[in-house]
């Protein structure tokens, strides 16, 4: 069992920078592959970014790629999530999540409860 607790979140200004932090419980933490998802109002959930097991390699969404970048700290049990130059479209609840390997929505195997990101025009 991971339980996951986001933290960061806030209301920011076009442009701004925000980090979004995880910490996830559980002896096994380094066993899953950690992603961030986010969820606009109205809209599906999403994918944003995935970390693999070892921190070796990132993936993003288009639609953050350059300004967005996933980290982990094993031994903190946390993973993070950089935000610069915001834009009002990445307005959402942001999610972290961990799954052995899928990279989909459905493909994750633990949530955590989300964190709202605002920002303004």
């Known amino acids: 069992q991971v339980q996951l607790v986001e933290s960061g979140g806030g209301l920011v200004q076009a442009g701004g920078s925000l980090t979004l932090s995880c910490a996830a419980s559980g002896r096994t933490f380094r066993s899953y592959v950690l992603s961030w998802f986010r969820q606009a109002p109205g809209k599906e959930r999403e994918f944003v970014a995935t970390?693999?097991?070892?921190?070796?390699?990132?993936y993003y969404a288009d639609s953050v790629k350059g300004r967005f970048t996933i980290s982990r700290d094993s031994a903190k049990n946390t993973v993070y999530l950089q935000m610069s130059s915001l834009k009002p479209e990445d307005t959402a609840v942001y999610y972290c999540?961990?799954?052995?390997?899928?990279?989909?929505?459905?493909?994750?195997?633990?949530w955590g409860q989300g964190t709202q990101v605002t920002v303004s025009s």
């Open positions: 999540a961990a799954s052995a390997g899928g990279l989909t929505v459905t493909g994750q195997d633990y």
């Open positions: 970390v693999t097991r070892s921190a070796g390699a990132t």
